[in-house]
């Protein structure tokens, strides 16, 4: 019998083939090899960075006082452990995150999400009703994707390394006319994946001014989402602190999502969103019990403590290790890339850079660039070591992953790459940053058209 297959969704169907991203990903993780090749490309935290011995201390902790955390290995609510959210909002009002004051979080609902800031941002993709979506270019192309799946469509507007661009966001708001209805919802990455672009607090009261406007005109309230996934990753001493748009939300229409998966570990599964009371929020939490609760609540309850005990000193410990990181690369990269034409944005908070290349050199799969750092290029003196085995590749992820395919960044994003300096040590990421090095001036001498082999008369790779 020939029986045909299920009936899918559009949704379903969109979903059944792997973004091109996760397809180039999987291949590269199914050849690695560990201590040859490196990868810069996946965003996983440093796992140095990772309390491991805190958090067993904090689960012994927590099962050792029923009085407090009292069914911690039970079910959860909808809304979160009550231990946690009380955690969160100590640590927001005591360490003054944002400059949130007790009198601003009284006014607001927290809860938390099923499953890290991922799954309240797909909570706010399906409780919304579908339409345009505001965001940044290029963009966080996890969640994008998703919103794209689900139908959503996405205006892209153009970000510098202060983040979104305000005078671009007002005239791309202008040019929509009479589709301005059609905006659902506004998504903006505070500390930008992929460029690491730090949005300043000018311009997050700009957005906040400027959707407001769109707001009045339209009698409705357009949320404003600001992930702050990387918010507490700000490790350059003269960034000025960022500062909370709910200080100055005068509608009503920001809400914020914050994570503990950079700070302390993303296996905790903490995510959690912040915004006014109302039906969009009761709709999230609904949506979080219908997906079977939030975070498991063993693992609210040691993040509860650990906020309570620990967290200070771990944000100092996150912070230094990415700092010192971050001040050797860009070094690397202004002594050694730049004179090249190569710029850059990132390093001053979070752990990606996003580097533009010279006109001419393209960063995607079928690239000189792309086949050097996969030892693909059909040289052997490139492609293997002593002739024998394959010589050391390296991950990144290219912009037109990035940037939007039917945005104004189409064009840059070719010449454009993130790369992650979270997951791999330093010594391995310079190592890397030589072969980036390499590549351009192998990518140089195949876009000129002249023999491969010139490179080796003028440069010695080592
Ligand atoms: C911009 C952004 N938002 C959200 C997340 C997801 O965070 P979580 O681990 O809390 O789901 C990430 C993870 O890389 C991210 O880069």
């Known amino acids: 019998m020939c029986l045909s297959d299920p009936v899918l969704s559009a949704y379903g169907v969109a979903s059944s083939i792997p973004a091109p991203i996760n397809r180039m990903m999987a291949r590269f993780a199914g050849s690695f090899r560990s201590g040859v090749d490196i990868n810069l490309g996946v965003g996983y935290v440093n796992e140095e960075t990772i309390p491991r011995d805190l958090i067993q201390s904090a689960l012994t902790q927590v099962l050792a006082d029923p009085e407090k955390y009292k069914v911690a290995l039970n079910y959860g609510g909808p809304k979160g452990s009550p231990n946690l959210i009380q955690s969160l909002r100590d640590f927001h009002i005591t360490r003054k995150i944002g400059g949130l004051t007790e009198d601003v979080l009284n006014r607001k609902e927290m809860i938390i999400g099923p499953s890290g800031a991922t799954s309240s941002l797909e909570g706010i993709a399906h409780t919304l009703n579908r339409g345009i979506v505001i965001t940044d270019d290029p963009k966080y192309f996890i969640y994008t994707h998703l919103l794209e799946r689900l139908g959503f469509e996405l205006l892209s507007v153009p970000q510098d390394c202060d983040g979104i661009q305000p005078e671009l966001l007002k005239q791309k708001i202008a040019a929509l006319g009479e589709r301005q209805q059609e905006i659902s919802f506004v998504y903006i990455v505070t500390i930008n994946n992929p460029t690491g672009a730090i949005l300043t607090n000018e311009r997050r009261r700009e957005i906040v001014r400027i959707i407001s406007d769109v707001c009045r005109k339209q009698n409705r309230r357009i949320p404003i989402i600001f992930d702050k996934a990387y918010e507490l990753l700000i490790h350059h001493p003269a960034v000025p602190a960022p500062e909370s748009a709910l200080l100055y939300d005068e509608l009503n229409i920001v809400y914020e999502v914050g994570s503990l998966s950079k700070i302390v570990a993303p296996a905790l599964r903490i995510g959690y969103l912040i915004g006014p009371p109302g039906d969009f929020?009761?709709?999230?939490?609904?949506?979080?019990?219908?997906?079977?609760?939030?975070?498991?609540?063993?693992?609210?309850?040691?993040?509860?403590?650990?906020?309570?005990?620990?967290?200070?000193?771990?944000?100092?410990?996150?912070?230094?290790?990415?700092?010192?990181?971050?001040?050797?690369?860009?070094?690397?990269?202004?002594?050694?890339?730049?004179?090249?034409?190569?710029?850059?944005?990132?390093?001053?908070?979070?752990?990606?850079?996003?580097?533009?290349?010279?006109?001419?050199?393209h960063t995607h799969e079928d690239s000189p660039f792309h086949r050097f750092?996969?030892?693909?290029?059909?040289?052997?003196?490139?492609?293997?070591?002593?002739?024998?085995?394959?010589?050391?590749?390296v991950s990144y992820i290219p912009g037109s992953f990035c940037v939007h395919a039917q945005g104004d960044l189409v064009e840059l994003g070719k010449r454009q790459f993130r790369i992650s300096y979270s997951f791999e040590s330093l010594e391995k990421i310079e190592e890397a940053l030589g072969y980036f090095r390499q590549a351009i001036l192998f990518s140089q001498q195949a876009t000129c058209g002249g023999a491969m082999n010139l490179l080796w008369s003028n440069e010695k790779i080592d």
Do not use: W
Not at 373 to 393: A, S
């Open 281 to 361: 929020i009761n709709a999230l939490v609904q949506k979080t019990s219908d997906v079977g609760f939030s975070a498991p609540l063993i693992t609210q309850e040691i993040a509860s403590y650990f906020l309570d005990h620990h967290i200070q000193a771990q944000l100092q410990k996150v912070n230094q290790g990415y700092r010192a990181k971050a001040a050797a690369i860009s070094r690397y990269i202004d002594t050694e890339l730049r004179p090249l034409g190569v710029s850059y944005c990132g390093g001053q908070a979070a752990f990606y850079y996003y580097l533009t290349l010279p006109e001419g050199i």
């Open 373 to 393: 750092l996969n030892r693909n290029t059909g040289d052997k003196q490139i492609d293997f070591l002593n002739g024998v085995e394959k010589g050391p590749m």
